[in-house]
């Protein structure tokens, strides 16, 4: 009886080690997926995508849109640079469909922007659609709002 109480410990032992290591393979410290949370950022990796404006400059518009439009003469006056892009965009009527508004805050679907990246795409993903959708959805609010 002894002997196989002792093997019992000695797996249980072995088990706990196993998942000790396992777990500072996979982040340890209580982060990670076992316990929901998110893992901290790593330094030098560019912000996660969230439906916030500086998220959306940050992750869609400077990196894949600004290079076309920006200064000195953007495409029917579409400037998407940090400086520019809020102002050119929300509540502002499209060029091309002076009707509808580039950006109309609490509206995604009838904003030009939400219209013309379905269409044309110029780049952004179906990911970058739902957060810029998201973000106008709730207001299309400006940088430091949310």
């Given at each position: 009886m002894f002997a196989k109480d002792a093997a019992i410990?000695?797996?249980?032992?072995?088990?706990?080690?196993?998942?000790?290591v396992l777990g500072a393979c996979s982040g340890g410290g209580g982060s990670g997926s076992m316990t929901g949370e998110m893992p901290p950022p790593t330094a030098g990796m560019p912000p996660a995508s969230m439906a916030t404006f500086d998220s959306i400059q940050a992750n869609v518009f400077t990196p894949k849109c600004a290079g076309c439009h920006s200064e000195p003469s953007p495409p029917k006056g579409l400037n998407l640079d940090a400086t520019h892009s809020?102002?050119?965009?929300?509540?502002?009527?499209?060029?091309?469909?002076?009707?509808?508004?580039?950006?109309?805050?609490g509206d995604s679907a009838n904003s030009f922007l939400v219209q013309h990246i379905e269409n044309e795409g110029d780049g952004a993903s179906s990911t970058d659609l739902s957060f810029i959708e998201q973000w106008i959805t709730e207001g299309a609010l400006p940088s430091g709002s949310g």
């Open positions: 410990r000695h797996m249980r032992w072995v088990g706990g080690l196993a998942l000790l809020y102002g050119d965009l929300v509540n502002v009527p499209s060029t091309e469909q002076p009707t509808i508004l580039r950006v109309k805050p």
